[in-house]
């Protein structure tokens, strides 16, 4: 049985959580290939709500195991308090949730590096999340990183954290007049990690391919979305892994052939945190009243969302990039009541239109959106089940971004319950 990837298709925030959790009903497995705990997925199910950070959004099935791949940068304290806030919710985690020993480790001085360069830059700050993802991704690349499996050989791991904290060190106090770490300090945390996560840590590449050989279900979690990402995202303003559908496979070591379905999830309009260009964005009456209505807030970080109309120039590269069979559209349930709503379907710059994303954000900046206008609609389609239920305006307008991206809406969901959803053909 193959796996199926459900990618974020925008700026991250499309209510993957949601769906991902909607979908595992029929999986063995849900296995999240990137990011750290940058990325926030909410989930309410029967059981409650519920915001994650690293645990995938799997875990909430009774049947499925929760696997971070080798894609994923693990930060210790956040993780173990998410499995804690989980069992004290009576969540099941013990033998549910697996972390692949090759993942790389968020390690204090990450943190640190991450909050003093982002306040170095001032007015030119990307918007990070300032949980050291950037500079864990960093060190990984540079061979300067630490996996999860040097936990489980604590004598080994002392003298390779001596020589990363070195390295950190010197950045910390030379480059940013901070305050250096001590190795005893940081090395006794580990120990801690060491005693707390051991059982969690596994050969999560081997078990994938077993599941997969044994004819079971995968799910493929993503986190932020594609124009996030590090090769192909609105650079620099980007995340520091990758989103998109080449990450699902080196994240958890699958090769290509064994990802059978591609699913991008959409919102109905548009978001983004943090800095960097953004041509369909609303900053008056509109956008706020968008924002409030669907509560735009970081899950993360609590920080308001930018709101725009939906961009099909991005949408349509986004599906491009990542070949998707199947999109899910979320959020439509937010634009129900207003009198008119609009799409960006190309831009304009320096007085000539053009139908794609340009790779340099200094263009890009300076695109004004070419908009589509439609009616909108009186009957409202939160809680809807079935497409027959939808206002012939709000069919129009599914129809229109269907057609403007390129694939097949499959799924449109409703509202924030698991149960509010309009499935137009089974995507697993």
């Known amino acids: 049985m193959p796996a199926y990837a459900i990618l974020g298709a925008q700026w991250g925030d499309e209510g993957k959580g949601k769906i991902v959790d909607f979908l595992s009903e029929k999986a063995d497995v849900v296995a999240r290939f990137a990011g750290g705990n940058n990325a926030g997925h909410t989930v309410i199910n029967d059981q409650g709500h519920f915001s994650l950070h690293q645990v995938p959004s799997g875990i909430f099935w009774p049947q499925t195991l929760s696997v971070m791949g080798s894609g994923v940068v693990v930060d210790p304290p ?39 360069s982002e306040s170095a830059k001032g007015d030119n700050a990307i918007g990070t ?53 001590e190795l005893e300090t940081v090395f006794n945390k580990c120990k801690e990690w060491s005693l707390l996560l051991s059982p969690y840590i596994g050969a999560a590449e081997d078990i994938l391919h077993e599941r997969l050989e044994g004819n079971q279900i995968i799910v493929l979690e993503g986190a932020q979305g594609a124009l996030l990402d590090l090769d192909h995202g609105t650079y620099p303003f980007v995340t520091s892994s990758n989103p998109t559908i080449g990450g699902a496979s080196v994240g958890l070591g699958l090769h290509p052939s064994q990802i059978a379905g591609v699913i991008g999830v959409f919102k109905a309009y548009c978001t983004r945190v943090g800095g960097g260009p953004f041509p369909t964005e609303l900053t008056g009456k509109t956008g706020d009243r968008i924002r409030d209505l669907a509560q735009e807030f970081g899950t993360t970080t609590g920080r308001p969302r930018r709101v ?103 799924v449109i969901s409703t509202g924030p319950k698991r149960q509010e959803a309009i499935t137009r053909r089974s995507i697993l």
């Open 78 to 116: 956040s993780l173990l308090d998410e499995i804690s806030s989980l069992k004290n919710r009576g969540i099941d985690v013990e033998g549910r949730l697996l972390i692949s020993e090759r993942a790389h480790l968020i390690m204090p001085y990450h943190i640190e590096l991450d909050q003093l």
């Open 129 to 181: 999340t300032g949980r050291g993802i950037g500079p864990a991704y960093a060190d990984k690349a540079s061979r300067n990183g630490l996996r999860v499996s040097e936990l489980l050989d604590l004598d080994a791991l002392k003298p390779r954290l001596k020589e990363t904290l070195e390295h950190a060190n010197a950045l910390i106090t030379k480059v940013y007049s901070g305050k250096p770490m």
């Open 308 to 410: 725009g109309w939906f961009d099909s120039v991005m949408a349509n590269y986004s599906s491009k990039i990542n070949g998707y069979s199947s999109v899910v559209l979320t959020r439509l349930d937010v634009l129900d009541g207003f009198d008119s709503i609009k799409v960006c379907v190309g831009y304009e710059f320096d007085g000539k239109r053009i139908n794609r994303l340009p790779g340099g954000q200094g263009v890009l900046q300076h695109c004004e959106p070419i908009f589509e206008e439609y009616s909108g609609w009186d009957k409202p389609t939160a809680g809807a089940t079935s497409f027959a239920e939808l206002p012939k305006q709000a069919v129009d307008y599914v129809m229109r971004l269907e057609s403007l991206i390129g694939c097949p809406i499959d």
